[in-house]
C-alpha cells in the first residue's frame, strides 16, 4: 500500500529526509487531484501531448493554492534528456530575467521563495537539498540522462557553484518505472558501459540482447559515488508502471498518458 501525503484533492509522495528540512517544502506528484479527463486525468501538467490548455493551466492554479503558492513562483525546466544544468542564483542575468528557458533537464538555485520542478511519466525525478547552504536542486533523469551521469553532475554543480560540502547534501529519488517493468535493448546496456558496476542495476532477460533496468539505483548509485553518504539518499521505491490509479507511465501507456509534477520550494 503507498503512503500518500495529502492537500485538498492532491495525492502527492514527501521524502522523510526532505520533511526534516524546515527551510523546504516538497512534492512528489500523483495523478490524483486536478481537473484533465480522458487518458490525462487528472492531475496532468504537460501540454505537448495533446491535453487542453485550459485543463493544464486549472491544474498550475491547483497545485500553487494547495501549497500556497502563486503560479508565478514554479519555475520549469524545458527537459530534452540530456545532462544542461540550470543555476538560479544572484546573477542578474539570470535565465529568471528572460522569456523562454533554456533546454535543461535539471536546475539548482539558492533563490528564496522560487519552486523549481520537472515533469515526468517514468523517468527519475530527484530532489536535492544542501542542508547547511540552503540550496535546492531538482533533476530529470531517463536513461540517456542517467548515461550522460547527470544526477552526478548535479551535485559537482552544488560543490562548484555553490562550495557546498557532499556530506551536507541531501537526495531524494521519486517515483520512476521500476525494475520490474522497465525492459531495454542493447543500446541502451550499452550506453551505460563506463560504469563498471553497470551489472549492479541491470538483470538478464530470457530474451536475447534484452535487460531489465533499474534506473532508479541507478541514479541512486551516481550520486553515492559523487560523494553523497547513503545515509543521505532516500529512494521512493515506487514503480510508475505498476501503479495504473497513482501515476502517468510512457512505457505502461505507450506515449498517450498525461506527466507530474515534482518540485521543491526554498521558503
Not at 86 to 111: E, G, H, Q
Not at 191 to 206: L, Q
Not at 234 to 248: E, G, K, P, R, W
Request: hydrophobic share 40%; aromatic share 10%.
Amino acid at each position: 500500500m503507498l503512503n500518500f501525503s495529502q492537500k485538498k484533492t492532491i495525492r502527492y509522495i514527501e521524502s522523510n529526509l526532505l520533511k526534516e528540512c524546515d527551510f523546504i517544502t516538497h512534492a512528489f506528484c500523483t495523478r490524483c487531484g486536478g481537473v484533465s479527463d480522458g487518458v490525462f486525468a487528472n492531475f496532468n501538467f504537460s501540454l505537448r501531448e495533446g491535453d487542453k490548455e485550459e485543463m493544464v493551466s486549472r491544474n498550475w492554479e491547483i497545485l500553487a493554492s494547495s501549497f500556497d503558492l502563486s503560479v508565478e513562483q514554479l519555475f520549469m525546466a524545458k527537459q530534452v534528456h540530456k545532462d544542461g544544468i540550470c543555476v538560479l542564483d544572484d546573477d542578474p542575468d539570470s535565465v529568471l530575467n528572460t522569456k523562454r528557458a533554456p533546454d535543461f533537464d535539471a536546475i539548482i538555485s539558492n533563490r528564496p521563495g522560487l519552486a523549481i520542478g520537472i515533469l515526468t511519466a517514468d523517468c527519475v525525478p530527484v530532489l536535492l537539498a544542501d542542508t547547511t547552504k540552503r540550496v535546492i536542486g531538482v533533476v530529470h533523469a531517463g536513461w540517456k540522462g542517467t548515461s550522460l551521469n547527470i544526477a552526478a553532475k548535479a551535485v559537482d554543480t552544488f560543490v562548484r557553484r555553490f562550495s557546498s560540502s557532499t556530506t551536507d547534501i541531501i537526495a531524494a529519488i521519486g517515483p520512476a518505472i521500476g525494475s520490474c517493468c522497465y525492459q531495454v535493448d542493447d543500446v541502451v546496456f550499452e550506453a551505460m558501459k563506463e560504469y563498471g558496476n553497470r551489472e549492479s542495476f541491470f538483470s538478464k532477460c530470457n530474451e536475447k540482447g534484452k535487460w531489465m533496468f533499474d534506473l532508479p539505483l541507478a541514479n541512486r548509485l551516481q550520486i553515492r559515488n559523487a560523494g553523497v553518504p547513503s545515509e543521505n539518499i532516500s529512494l521512493v521505491n515506487v514503480c510508475t508502471s505498476c501503479h495504473h490509479d497513482a501515476f502517468f507511465s510512457h512505457r505502461r501507456d505507450r506515449g498517450n498518458t498525461g506527466r507530474q509534477l515534482s518540485f521543491i520550494f526554498l521558503r
